[in-house]
């Protein structure tokens, strides 16, 4: 070939390059980089090319197009009706009244409408005109207003709901502005319609694939990242400040609870001549002569824990076959083996009878062999104090010359105590969550690819309790933090990023850490489908799902068939379940992350997103007001850990869109979007200034305003009785033996303190 010719096909090749970019594919960098900058001078190098095409032919083809998401959303959305359809239905028969209302029974407020019902009408609701109404629990969801909420199911309850509404308020605007803005450039772009074998669909045409490499359009882009940026720190202040005020006016006008005036002291340091207790005793007296009033040393009772647990088990079988026998008046026979089904035959009554008997004898024993065992004591204590403001004063100091003993925080409250990791020394606390740290960072990915996703919650709140924390609260806390994390690496940067867990480890550690965010950048535009099938599937039907409650009426007909035998025992078969906050709130953070990721990449996604969060709102309004029980009350401590995930999801957003825009020949994209991440993280220090303290301290004043008011109002109160049994361990509530230690003798006006010290 000639000179002349090889330097016109070459020219003619430029030409048609820029035409038609071929940066508007998947794999841009792979195709130069096979390439290179060098004409295409044989058929190896050709045939190359074509394969690579190819490739990328298919991967585009997969992808949905803008009916057939429209057909699977009219689909999801039919099954999120035919939910609520059955939900509807169940919840007006007679015989379900407890499963959709167990709250109302449990407040005694609501009385079962069996009891009026005759015949049928006892069983199903023969009312048609009910029917009619079927959706009137939505309206009724919304009626209640905030304040009256909170006093009924209390403030955690609330401002988890918030989230769901936070959602509609951050990502609602930002689908309203992406779709005036973003979308109409995205679509005139043209850029798809002028590469040849090239799949696409409506879809890519409405995202910023559609947009010509070095086009000014990407600036339309930028501007508008720094306007949904700013949207959002705007809405994220205003709650963050609510929520703070919410839980300021909540500490100050709820009623009195035992956690207002009590302190739990850890690593209590030993004493040659006294007992922990009097050595705890001993410290206050001195140290807080004026405002100490009790103490409760925390026992180390997880094996009669286990027993009492073991005799409750043995106690439900012992029910169910006295009521088979009340029925059928025959004898039921049981095995002795495992699960009754290997080992002698015995009657089943006697034999429970008599292994229940056997366990509370070794109850008893196992309960005075605590009671008197030093080594069974823990070195911590709830100490009580007679008023708040003491209380607060002794949380939020050092109380001795080393940092390391008497160790204070706020007691929790007592519903919120996690009794079993209260035995653990303080000093292994540290050890056990450097491990469990390193467990997850370490083996933990290459596992969870292994395990269904629905058991991976459970398995992170075991990690959890294996960190030792000393409250319900915290472990919820931590194992949502768990979660998150497991969401964001596994199901976002996994999904985006396809392949195995060593394909995407090797896929990173060969190329330097600033072609990461380029890498997941290209990725992200191709994913959107797979993220709004996602929110269809797993938003929508699991929300619905939710409402239905399928498995807790399952097992509340099965309880009721065999082993409820009175009223009381039907009350303790209801199931009302609770607001899972470790495994709820790591997915609408989720949720969260795909709006700010893709609000200026595939604006498309966002309503599908909107539709979850405002389903949600009814639905978890609904449930809270009708299903839930409060297993704790944290007065909505955990808002500053939504917080700061949720500034954790804008901050990928941003950088993943830097990533993007940086293979899309654009000067100086990277600079112009380099201060949004430093307005992120400067926002995030400046909220955690502003109000992260009142959620971890109390103020003095607020504390001294409550005591004074309290004496004015109950001069009579007897704070001491009041304190009695409030932190004795489950296993020992109602023993009268145990109360000798939960007190100490009045000696407010003796200036001595006893002590069996010989220095």
């Known amino acids: 070939m000639s000179r002349k010719k090889r330097r016109r096909k070459e020219k003619k090749r430029k030409t048609r390059k820029k035409k038609n970019p071929l940066i508007s594919s998947p794999f841009p960098k792979k195709i130069e980089s096979d390439f290179g900058s060098s004409p295409i001078s044989s058929k190896v190098q050709f045939r190359k090319g074509l394969a690579i095409v190819r490739k990328i032919a298919p991967v585009r083809k997969e992808m949905a197009n803008l009916r057939e998401i429209s057909v699977s959303a009219a689909l999801n959305l039919l099954s999120a009706f035919a939910f609520l359809v059955a939900f509807a239905i169940l919840r007006l028969q007679p015989i379900n009244d407890r499963v959709y ?191 100490y009033l009790t103490h409760q040393v925390v026992y180390n009772a997880n094996k009669l824990a286990k027993l009492v647990q073991k005799k409750k088990s043995l106690q439900n079988w012992y029910t169910y076959y006295l009521n088979k026998y009340e029925r059928t008046s025959k004898r039921p026979t049981t095995r002795t083996g495992f699960g009754g089904v290997v080992g002698t035959k015995v009657d089943a009554i006697d034999y429970y009878s008599s292994e229940i008997q056997k366990l509370s004898e070794a109850e008893a024993l196992g309960r005075e062999k605590v009671l008197s065992d030093p080594k069974a004591i823990v070195r911590a204590a709830f100490v009580s ?75 992170l709140m075991m990690m959890s309790k294996v960190e030792g924390f000393s409250s319900r609260s915290s472990l919820d806390r931590r194992s949502a933090g768990k979660y998150h994390l497991f969401l964001l690496v596994n199901v976002f940067l996994g999904s985006i990023i396809t392949g195995t867990a060593f394909q995407q480890l090797k896929t990173f550690l060969h190329q330097p850490p600033t072609e990461i965010p380029k890498t997941v950048g290209e990725s992200i535009p191709m994913k959107a489908t797979f993220f709004i099938t996602y929110t269809m599937v797993d938003g929508w039907a699991g929300i619905a799902a939710e409402i239905l409650r399928l498995v807790p009426l399952v097992i509340f007909h099965l309880k009721n068939m065999f082993l409820v035998k009175t009223e009381q025992d039907r009350e303790e078969a209801m199931d009302p379940g609770c607001l899972n906050f470790a495994t709820y709130e790591p997915k609408i953070q989720f949720y969260f992350l795909l709006g700010l990721v893709y609000s200026a990449v595939t604006p498309v996604l966002l309503p ?37 995930r949720l500034l954790i999801g804008l901050l990928i957003s941003q950088f993943l869109l830097m990533g993007l825009l940086s293979t899309k020949n654009i000067e100086k994209s990277t600079i112009a979007l380099l201060p949004l991440p430093i307005l992120t993280i400067w926002f995030h220090v400046y909220c955690k200034g502003r109000f992260q303290s009142a959620f971890v301290r109390f103020s003095l004043q607020d504390a001294m305003t409550k005591d004074t008011l309290e004496r004015a109002t109950e001069p009579n109160l007897n704070l001491r009785a009041y304190l009695k049994d409030a932190y004795v361990h489950p296993v020992f509530k109602g023993r009268s033996h145990f109360d000798s230690p939960l007190l100490v003798p009045d000696e407010e006006n003796n200036t001595l303190v006893l002590t069996r010290r010989s220095s």
Request: hydrophobic share 45%.
């Open 101 to 291: 209302f167990p709250k109302w029974y449990r407040r005694r407020i609501r009385n079962s409408p069996r009891r009026s019902g005759v015949c049928l009408t006892r069983f199903v609701n023969l009312d048609w005109r009910t029917y009619i109404k079927f959706l009137n629990w939505m309206p009724a969801a919304l009626r209640m207003p905030e304040l009256e909420l909170i006093d009924h199911a209390g403030l955690d309850s609330v401002v988890y709901i918030r989230i769901y509404l936070l959602g509609l308020k951050v990502i609602g605007p930002l689908a309203v502005l992406a779709f005036l803005v973003l979308v109409p450039v995205n679509w005139t772009g043209e850029t798809l319609e002028g590469v040849k074998n090239l799949a696409y669909n409506d879809i890519d045409k409405l995202s910023i694939s559609n947009v010509p490499d070095g086009s000014k359009r990407f600036w339309v882009h930028i501007v508008m990242s720094y306007v949904f940026a700013l949207w959002t720190f705007y809405v994220l202040y205003v709650e963050y400040k609510e929520v703070a005020a919410m839980r300021l006016r909540y500490l100050a006008s709820e009623n009195r609870r035992p956690d207002q005036f009590t302190v739990l002291v850890r690593n209590v340091p030993p004493d040659p001549d006294e007992t922990v207790s009097e050595h705890i005793e001993h410290f206050f007296r001195v140290n807080h002569p004026d405002s």
């Open 385 to 459: 104090f007679k008023s708040r403001w003491a209380a607060a004063v002794c949380a939020q100091t050092q109380l001795s010359h080393n940092p390391t003993i008497w160790l204070t925080e706020w007691a929790p409250e007592p519903r919120d105590v996690y009794w079993r990791n209260l035995a653990i020394p303080y000093f292994d606390l540290t050890i056990r969550r450097k491990s469990v740290r390193s467990f997850i960072q370490g083996f933990l990915p290459g596992i969870v690819l292994k395990i269904f996703l629905i058991l991976l919650p459970t398995i």
């Open 608 to 644: 599908f997103v909107i539709i979850f969060f405002a389903f949600s709102y009814v639905v978890f309004r609904h449930q809270v007001i009708n299903v839930y029980d409060q297993r704790y009350e944290s007065g909505g401590s955990f808002w500053p850990d939504v917080h700061r």
